[in-house]
């Protein structure tokens, strides 16, 4: 009998992984324009669908924006995850990862869970450091977009 893989599970297997590996989780593209830009400057993410119905949101999804943002880094695993990133040819700094750990988020506004959205309206809305939002942003949308779908 195999096991069903659910959205909490899913989640707890994320946070399992070494931080130093949660660090990197996002793609290159995010890396290279935080190093070319102001990755600590202030911005705003805003996630909506254009789905031909409403969506019920099934999670908390303060809860899981929570749950992807590495606040368990250590100084050790930044170093680490710098030196990969530069291994693959990125110019990433320290300071970037550590806006990645240390970097608050303000929740704009957020969808409660149990509640249905409407084509284009508002799921979510956060503010915060650029990097920090620009690495949680393919995370959020797969997740969100599976969840809210399924």
């Known amino acids: 009998m195999s096991k069903r893989l659910t959205i909490g599970s899913a989640l707890r297997s994320f946070r399992a992984l070494p931080a130093k590996i949660r660090l990197l989780a996002t793609d290159a593209y995010k890396?290279?324009?935080?190093?070319?830009?102001?990755?600590?400057e202030d911005e705003t993410f805003y996630l909506s669908y254009r789905s031909q119905r409403a969506l019920l949101v099934p999670v908390d999804l303060k809860e899981l924006v929570e749950t992807f943002i590495p606040r368990d880094a250590t100084d050790e695993d930044i170093a680490s995850a710098v030196k990969e990133a530069r291994r693959q040819g990125l110019m990433a700094t320290k300071e970037m990862f550590q806006i990645l750990r240390d970097g608050v988020i303000r929740f704009?506004?957020?969808?409660?869970k149990g509640t249905w959205v409407c084509p284009r309206e508002p799921v979510l809305t956060l503010s915060g450091p650029s990097f920090l939002l620009s690495w949680l942003e393919p995370m959020l949308i797969?997740?969100?977009?599976?969840?809210?779908q399924v």
Not at 108 to 112: E, G, K, L, N, S
Not at 142 to 148: A, F, H, K, M, Q
């Open 142 to 148: 797969g997740t969100v977009s599976y969840l809210l």
């Open 31 to 40: 890396v290279s324009m935080a190093a070319g830009g102001r990755p600590g």
């Open 108 to 112: 704009d506004y957020v969808a409660p």
